[in-house]
């Protein structure tokens, strides 16, 4: 099939229809369809269940326990880095900002201020910074893991299409990691300022959910929400999980200017795993690697 073709499936596709019915056979406890599902699936997209705290396909409740299953401890060591790597996954995009603007693929752009819901005060902090999108694929780890520190101050939820995210998409809808359903999640860092973690949905990513709120997205009301958390203490550390994608989607990071270098070795495409160098502060990257 070719890719054109599959851009117009996603166009004709009743995508909320598909997403609402994949979240409840995903959250499905104890059903004769679970196991049966989960074999398939680790069949057919190559999932290392070797890596996980339970390697025992049998031993997960629901689909979704499965595919948000944590890893075994020590699997993902934390590299000695200003910034690590978040999710494993793949690099879809990354580097500067110009102004406000972001490649999503090869002749497509676009903006800090529609990935954030619009809010062009938010955006501004990073005018000229820096971003990394990184894609989740099925047979990934699905948690999402803090960058470097950070006190969580705001989160919003901006309400959208839910369009693939996989890089034939991303090459071929316009604007879709601003169009998709998110999660914009603020933290601030006392070593680096303000920073974003945008959590994008997808076509039968059934929710998304935080390890300070669960499931954000349990009812899908078509208008954006928000939360502040100024008055509370929430803070985590590098490498602790944030949340989670219950089913497979992309992460987008904005960081301000003279904030991040990216990790030398990091390509469009390249695999990318958790724990790993994503980043140095500015002068501090080891020799051979500024």
Not at 194 to 212: C, D, E, H, R
């Amino acid at each position: 099939m070719s890719d054109r073709l599959k851009i117009l499936l996603q166009h004709l596709l009743p995508k909320q229809h598909l997403t609402t019915l994949a979240g409840r056979i995903a959250g499905a406890q104890g059903s004769a369809m679970t196991l049966p599902l989960i074999r398939w699936f680790v069949r057919t997209y190559g999932v290392d269940m070797t890596e996980a705290h339970d390697p025992d396909i049998a031993g997960y409740n629901s689909f979704n326990d499965f595919f948000t299953r944590p890893l075994k401890a020590g699997a993902r060591p934390l590299a000695a880095a200003d910034f690590i790597c978040p999710v494993d996954g793949a690099i879809s995009q990354f580097g500067a900002i110009d102004d406000e603007h972001m490649l999503q693929a090869k002749g497509h752009r676009f903006t800090t201020t529609a990935l954030v819901g619009g809010d062009a005060a938010l955006a501004a902090q990073f005018r000229d910074g820096s971003f990394a999108n990184l894609y989740l694929s099925p047979k990934d780890y699905h948690r999402l893991h803090m960058p470097c520190d950070g006190k969580l101050t705001r989160m919003i939820y901006v309400p959208g299409a839910l369009f693939s995210v996989n890089p034939t998409t991303a090459r071929g809808v316009s604007n879709l990691f601003a169009r998709n359903e998110r999660v914009v999640c603020v933290f601030e860092s006392p070593e680096h300022g303000p920073f974003v973690m945008v959590l994008v949905g997808a076509t039968i990513v059934g929710s998304m959910a935080t390890v300070w709120h669960g499931v954000v997205n349990a009812k899908r009301t078509g208008k954006i929400s928000e939360w502040t958390y100024t008055d509370q203490d929430i803070v985590l550390k590098k490498g602790e999980e944030m949340g989670r994608f219950l089913l497979g989607s992309t992460i987008v990071m904005l960081f301000r200017r003279d904030t991040i270098v990216f990790n030398p070795d990091w390509a469009p495409e390249r695999s990318v795993r958790l724990g790993e160098i994503m980043g140095y502060s500015p002068g501090r990257a080891p020799a051979g690697n500024a």
